[in-house]
């Protein structure tokens, strides 16, 4: 079965600076990987998704993600953060057909 | 806005007791899937629903049930309540089974005391 694991629950970064979000799957067949955002009382929003066309997929809000089939990954990237990016980010991974499976998710904490 | 709505947004209620937790998926959606989120549990898959039947089932306790009406809305019972069943309830919607983009409600804060 697949699943996933994110590297980290908090991570912190200062406002203007990379933010990485780690994550690692385990899967016996290409998945489907997905990040989530989640604010503060509220439900998840997809950010981005991989599903095998391009190997560096790019999502809303400035954020990318790159598929490395060889390290199993699906790391989150953005440039340079943002206040508004404190949240907390969900990795998840898909087989067609299977449910989905969450990783713990990652707090970002954004420093002015 | 998902479109994906859930009600009630709260509730508060005693162990032992038996809720039901409503969801609307987004219009056209076929496929309805419940998570509960918890802090020790994170994010887990309980339940799917395609169509009005069945198609996988996760981490669900033999207390809580679901289903989907003609209408497509779903709803989960959680029932003999106990104080771990505290947690965030969310209800997500997809256009087809093998879909793989689900859309997100903004939950259910259930609280057992």
């Known amino acids: 079965a697949q699943s996933v694991t994110q590297l980290g629950s908090h991570v912190s970064v200062s406002e203007g600076a990379l933010v990485l979000l780690r994550c690692n799957y385990s899967?016996?067949?290409?998945?489907?990987l997905f990040w989530y955002v989640q604010y503060p009382n509220q439900g998840l929003q997809l950010l981005l998704k991989?599903?095998?066309?391009?190997?560096l997929v790019k999502g809303i809000n400035g954020f990318e993600a790159e598929f490395k089939k060889s390290e199993t990954s699906f790391h989150l990237t953005k440039p340079s953060a943002h206040m508004s990016d404190a949240a907390e980010y969900f990795c998840?991974?898909?087989?067609?057909?299977?449910?989905?499976?969450f990783g713990a998710g990652t707090r970002l904490t954004v420093k002015p | 806005d998902s479109g994906v709505t859930q009600t009630p947004k709260h509730l508060i209620t005693a162990t032992g007791q038996r809720v039901t937790l409503r969801c609307s998926p987004r219009?056209?959606?076929?496929?309805v899937y419940w998570y509960q989120q918890s802090l020790d549990q994170g994010l887990q898959f309980l339940i799917q629903?395609?169509?009005?039947?069945?198609?996988a089932k996760g981490n669900i306790l033999e207390r809580f049930s679901a289903q989907q009406f003609p209408d497509l809305h779903s709803e989960l019972n959680l029932s003999s309540l106990e104080l771990g069943d505290s947690a965030l309830y969310f209800c997500?919607?997809?256009?087809?089974?093998?879909?793989?983009?689900?859309?997100f409600g903004p939950g259910t804060r259930l609280t057992v005391l």
């Open positions: 997500a919607s997809s256009v087809t089974l093998a879909d793989n983009e689900q859309f």
């Open positions: 899967s016996s067949v290409p998945p489907y």
């Open positions: 991989y599903t095998s066309a391009a190997t």
């Open positions: 998840a991974v898909r087989r067609s057909g299977d449910d989905m499976r």
């Open positions: 219009s056209g959606d076929l496929s």
């Open positions: 629903y395609y169509n009005g039947e069945e198609r």
